[in-house]
């Protein structure tokens, strides 16, 4: 199926990691980002030899460059500057690097395209098959991994392990459904049965996880996917209304919700909290509200690590106001990088949103990029720091790989559709 010359050591680094970074991420999601980072390094290895490094020009990366000015600035506010500028570093330069390389990506042949969607076809099956494994054995496979394998006792079994893992594959489904556009639109009769039989288990599997953001990001990629469609044109506009809205609801109710009337009222303990957590982080956001308290400043922002007192103890000991993040990622940029910050923010994700309408021209396509990336955003809105390493990775691997199916794209690395470029 590929010849010699074109397994290249970049392209074999690639399929592994497209092969087996489900399967990881199951028993550890945060090797995501040494798996991505190797790639990275190996493709711009490549690009140098190549000449083919390019710096593509549009809205969106012109957006991309200024939000990474404006975080990099809020460093010197920065409750902590010096960790601030570190974990700066770690975000932003995989951003940039990944920018940097994609065209590399541009000269991926088509047979290479077919191995790594068979890849995903196994990959992702294999995962959820993990999962089950996993659940109904009480953790064997991860007791045997941590016990045998790295030499750290097994100390008890729980699902919420799993949950990176679940998060992964709610976003990479979506890399899988772009990978078989093609196969879709040439035998849709003969693929989709498999797809929405794969769609309905990965339900199942994220169903019986305690993952709340894995399922409501898997269920936001169901309904922007249906949406855009159907209604190419209306259901992206309507996205981008629904999330500029979204930020500015977030923005105004936040500070003002009252968490005390959320308790005992049968809602899962962990939301509960969530609920404070976005309360104290709106609030705060409040007193530094254009320039925020700086970048990676969550962790440190004055009263966040006090616990939160309740006379019946509806949560759990040791509950905080402000842990290492707000589980949000509109309310932690908000937080971190002010009104500044947030405006760049929801201008990326508006551009990026206008890149995909004009650029993916193939309706499933389109459709399943947009699907990825509402995913995303589901789970972002929920879980996480915005700018953990391992989750940002996630976002760039699964873009990097929905990239290289648009029509148009490879073989065509110096002409890159979406803006101008600059060879170097």
């Known amino acids: 199926m590929i010849s010699r010359q074109h397994l290249t050591i970049s ?38 030899r190549k000449n083919a490094l390019v710096v593509p020009f549009n809205s969106t990366i012109f957006l991309v460059v200024l939000f990474t000015l404006w975080a990099f600035i809020s460093g010197f506010w920065a409750i902590d500057m010096d960790q601030a500028f570190l974990e700066w570093a ?10 940097v390389v994609s065209g590399v990506l541009g000269y991926l042949r088509k047979t290479q395209l ?32 941590r016990t045998h394998l790295f030499g750290r ?18 976003v990479i489904f979506w890399v899988l459904v772009m990978s078989l556009s093609r196969k879709i639109r040439q035998n849709a009769g003969e693929v989709m049965p498999w797809l929405i039989a794969l769609a309905i288990i990965l339900m199942v599997a994220l169903g019986r996880l305690e993952s709340l953001s894995a399922k409501v990001g898997f269920g936001c990629g169901l309904i922007a996917f249906s949406a855009v469609l159907f209604a190419p044109k209306i259901g992206i506009r309507l996205l981008q209304v629904a999330i500029v809205l979204l930020a500015i609801a977030e923005v ?39 320039t925020g308290y700086g970048f990676y400043s969550s962790r440190d922002i004055p009263g966040g690590k ?42 990326i994700l508006l551009s990026a949103l206008n890149w995909i309408a004009r650029e993916v021209r193939a309706p499933i396509q389109q459709a399943a990029m947009v ?12 879980a996480f720091n915005v700018w953990q390493e391992w989750w940002v990775a996630t976002g760039l691997f699964a873009f990097m790989l929905t990239r290289v199916y648009v029509d148009g794209f490879i073989e065509n690395a110096p002409n890159m559709r979406g803006g101008k470029t600059l060879r170097w």
């Not at 790594?116 to 996993?134: N, Q, S």
């Not at 006090?306 to 509950?319: H, R, V």
């Open 153 to 170: 006792p097994f100390q008890f079994f729980s699902i919420q392990h799993y949950n990176r893992g679940a998060c992964f594959l709610a």
């Open 371 to 382: 699907a990825m990336l509402m995913s995303y955003l589901g789970i972002s809105l929920f």
């Open 114 to 145: 077919e191995v790594l969607t068979l890849a995903l076809m196994i990959a992702i099956p294999l995962a959820i098959l993990l999962i089950a494994i996993e659940i109904f054995s009480y953790g064997v496979l991860d007791s045997f991994f």
């Open 11 to 48: 392209f074999s680094l690639l399929l592994l990691a497209t092969f087996f970074s489900p399967s990881v991420s199951i028993f550890s999601g945060l090797a995501i980002a040494p798996f991505y980072s190797i790639v990275i390094v190996a493709l711009l290895i490549e690009g140098l």
């Open 252 to 290: 105004i109710i936040a500070p003002r919700v009252q968490p005390i009337d959320y308790v005992n009222k049968g809602l899962p303990l962990s939301s509960v909290h969530r609920i404070f957590i976005w309360h104290f982080a709106g609030a705060k956001a409040q007193e530094e509200a254009f």
């Open 306 to 347: 006090e616990a939160i007192q309740l006379p019946n103890q509806s949560l759990p000991e040791g509950s905080v106001y402000l842990p290492n993040h707000t589980h949000n990622s509109i309310l932690q940029v908000w937080l971190e990088l002010g009104y500044v910050g947030l405006a760049l923010y929801i201008a």
């Open 90 to 99: 770690a975000t932003f330069l995989i951003i940039i690097l990944s920018i």
